[in-house]
């Protein structure tokens, strides 16, 4: 620098301030206005879970990076029945609630057809990638209002473009929403990540080298182990091997470490009860980023994650499980290398990410009953057959209930029609019946939610999940800790916190650092988005931006 006269160094220094000016312009005018959004929901992930994971969570470019430069909503709730994997996938990308998206269910009793529906299902459409298979006959349709992509998709006349990643096919279909460019998930029979003839006639050729790598092959090859001293598993969690947990590495393997290798080349559908289930969905996921040129221009793009691992793995061995722990301190590191990508693909300040869940979920009721604990378990087809039985000793006829499936009690309509039994009656006869059921707090007229006996807010949430072409005449609502489900393992579907308190952690482009402690809804984060990025709300949303953590 000494050997620049003054009067040059003043020049450059002029010409570097305008060359600034000009950036800073540029910057200013698309301040805070990602070129990216994605979108991570972890299936399954419970809001506590950040707290008390957070000591053992290694990486700082993880999850620790929400906590230390973006904003967490501490107090967010899901505002509706039941609490599933489809509902919490579609209402959050919607902001919008099974009542008005129409996804009441991952399976509900259609009262029209008089059958299950599958929430993807569509005949109509042909499966890509691997020939001949009904993995793929999936698609959006069964989806009623607009989601996150699309509106970004109409606000850019479909120049967005929009990519779903997941291993369960709802958990890429629901947020890529209808006019997505693309959404992959994993078959479990050919270990290949598929779609379907709904988004192209074939897979983009990164998806097709990505399978041919045949990364479940390798990754089985690492067996599963521990990724931290074995004293931290036993300080932190319940003992590694119970009776009620369930054993879905095989019979014989009850605890760590799990051999994996014996899968190779023989069963792809156990990866997904394992954290290499979360590493193929953040490897395919990078892929997309790169390949697709995702957030390279000013154009903003949608990339939604699902990783769904966490929820088979939480099914199984439940939330204070060893497996858990282990499984979330590796998609920590997973979320890092995610971060990473994005870091240098798209650039730090240039895009967002909001990370939560679809649901979460209730203890095992056997840890539930070792702690003494309320709880237990239920059995909706044992629930189905009572009432009927009950039904036919008060001489009616014991096909009147046609499915009880998430809670909802399924009449047969045109049965009652051609019997002349009035709905009041039925409704009132089979609450006689499941209102003493032990584990029955109470059952709701679903179709007058609002008028019953519980508090308003838990009303609400009933009358969020009914549709009339989609939920049941009856939703019977359990006393908490009861579970549907079997003497191992555990669920979620019902109202109480445990299953309706999820994370919501957002960074980057736009958004505050911060805590916010008060009251937030999943309903709450499509309007936040699309308000970030100064675009119409999807077209059913019906909460609200959560303007505290906007810049
Ligand atoms: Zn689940």
């Known amino acids: 620098m000494k050997n620049i006269t003054p009067l040059l160094f003043c020049f450059i220094t002029l010409i570097s301030n305008a060359q600034t000016a000009k950036i800073h312009k540029e910057t200013i005018s698309h301040k805070g206005k990602p070129k990216l959004i994605v979108g991570i929901m972890v299936d399954q992930m ?61 399976n509900w009793f259609d009262n029209q057809k008089q059958k299950s529906v599958y929430c993807v299902e569509d005949e109509s459409v042909q499966s890509i990638g691997v020939e001949n298979i009904a993995s793929g006959k999936m698609s959006p349709a069964n989806l009623w209002t607009t989601t996150i992509g699309d509106e970004m998709k109409i606000a850019s006349n479909f120049k967005s473009k929009v990519i779903g990643i997941s291993i369960k096919d709802r958990g890429a279909i629901l947020p890529a929403g209808h006019s997505a460019d693309g959404a992959f998930w994993y078959d479990s029979k050919t270990g290949y990540f598929i779609s379907s003839s709904y988004y192209a006639p074939q897979l983009p050729t990164w998806v097709t080298a990505y399978n041919a790598r045949h990364r479940p092959d390798s990754l089985y090859a690492l067996d599963w182990n521990l990724s931290l001293k074995k004293s931290i598993y036993e300080a932190n969690c319940d003992n ?73 793995i939480g099914h199984s061995f439940g939330p204070d499980s060893w497996e858990t722990l282990d499984g979330y301190v590796k998609l ?72 009880v499936r998430e809670y909802n009690v399924h009449f047969n309509h045109s049965l009652m029609d051609s019997l002349n039994i009035n709905n009041d009656k039925l409704i009132a006869l089979s609450a006689q ?41 009856i939703l019977i609502v359990t006393k908490s800790g009861y579970v549907d489900g079997f003497f191992t393992g555990t669920s979620h579907g019902v109202l109480y916190n445990y299953d309706a308190h999820i994370p919501l952690l957002l960074l980057g482009a736009g958004i505050k650092h911060g805590v916010i402690n008060a009251p937030t809804y999943m309903t709450d984060i499509a309007p936040t988005i699309t308000t970030l990025l100064g675009i119409q709300m999807p077209s059913g949303a019906i909460g609200k931006p959560i303007l505290e953590v906007l810049k």
């Not at 879970?49 to 967010?76: A, H, M, V």
């Not at 649901?359 to 009927?388: M, T, W, Y």
């Not at 007229?445 to 019953?452: C, F, G, V």
Request: aromatic share 10%; charged share 20%; glycine share 8%.
């Open 332 to 403: 920590d590191d997973l979320i890092a290398q995610l971060f990473t990508t994005l870091d240098k693909q798209v650039g730090k300040d240039n895009y967002t990410v909001f990370l939560t869940a679809d649901h979460a979920v209730a203890n095992i009721p056997g840890f539930a009953k070792k702690h003494k604990l309320p709880g237990g378990v239920v059995n909706e087809d044992q629930i189905k057959k009572g009432l009927s039985d009950f039904l036919m000793s008060k001489g009616l006829n014991g096909k009147l209930i046609s499915a």
């Open 240 to 312: 590694d091997q119970n009776e009620y947990e369930s054993t879905p590495l095989g019979k014989d393997q009850k605890g760590f470490p799990y051999n994996l290798h014996g899968f190779i080349g023989k069963d792809y559908s156990k990866i997904s009860s394992t954290p290499y289930g979360n590493t193929l969905v953040a490897e395919l996921a990078q892929q997309a980023i790169i390949n697709e040129k995702l957030g390279q221009d000013n154009i903003t793009d949608l990339l939604a994650v699902s990783f769904s691992s966490p929820d088979y």
């Open 46 to 106: 419970r809001w506590d879970y950040i707290n008390r994971f957070k000591p053992y969570f290694t990486s700082q470019n993880g999850l620790n990076r929400f906590l230390n430069e973006g904003s967490t909503c501490d107090n967010t709730l899901i505002p509706y029945v039941p609490t599933v994997t489809a509902c919490g996938h579609a209402s959050v990308y919607t902001g919008s609630v099974p009542s008005i998206n129409g996804i009441t269910g991952n």
């Open 433 to 473: 019946y499941l209102e003493k059921l032990p584990e029955v707090l109470q059952v709701v007229d679903a179709r007058n939610a609002t008028a019953s006996g519980l508090p308003q807010s838990l009303r609400e949430r009933i009358a969020n999940g009914y549709n009339p072409q989609r939920a049941g005449d």
